[in-house]
């Protein structure tokens, strides 16, 4: 059974671009390459410029760990909080 994993982060309206670029040419590359990563995904807000929603799945919550621990998840880190206009929240879900 694979897990979703969400992010929830907002932005400041300046940053939207600078969001999507860091996502495209950095984050997303990373993510993806790591073990257990079935997919990645930056879904953008329609209706409240500046949220987005980083989506993940996953084969399972260790190789979530696995990424959490790697060089990888600090790197996406230090590129993501800069741009961070609040707290990023964090929820996972089983795909049933």
Same mark, same amino acid.
């Given at each position: 059974? &694979? #897990? /979703?994993?969400? #992010?929830?982060?907002? /932005?400041? !309206? *300046?940053? #939207?671009?600078?969001?999507?670029?860091i996502?495209?040419? $950095?984050?997303?590359?990373?993510? =993806? +390459? +790591? @073990?257990?990563?079935? &997919?990645?995904?930056?879904?953008?807000? =329609? *209706?409240? @410029?500046?949220?987005? =929603? &980083?989506?993940?799945?996953? *084969?399972?919550?260790?190789? =979530?760990?696995?990424? %959490?621990?790697?060089?990888? $998840?600090?790197? #996406?880190?230090? $590129? !993501? %909080?800069?741009?961070?206009?609040?707290?990023? &929240?964090?929820?996972?879900?089983? /795909?049933?």
């Amino acid at each position: 059974m &694979s #897990i /979703v994993r969400l #992010i929830y982060v907002t /932005v400041t !309206a *300046d940053q #939207i671009g600078e969001a999507e670029r860091i996502w495209k040419n $950095h984050c997303a590359p990373l993510m =993806i +390459q +790591q @073990p257990g990563c079935l &997919s990645e995904k930056l879904l953008k807000c =329609i *209706d409240t @410029p500046g949220e987005f =929603i &980083s989506y993940s799945e996953w *084969d399972s919550q260790a190789s =979530i760990e696995q990424y %959490r621990k790697s060089q990888a $998840h600090a790197e #996406i880190q230090r $590129h !993501a %909080r800069g741009l961070q206009a609040g707290g990023a &929240s964090v929820k996972r879900y089983e /795909v049933r």
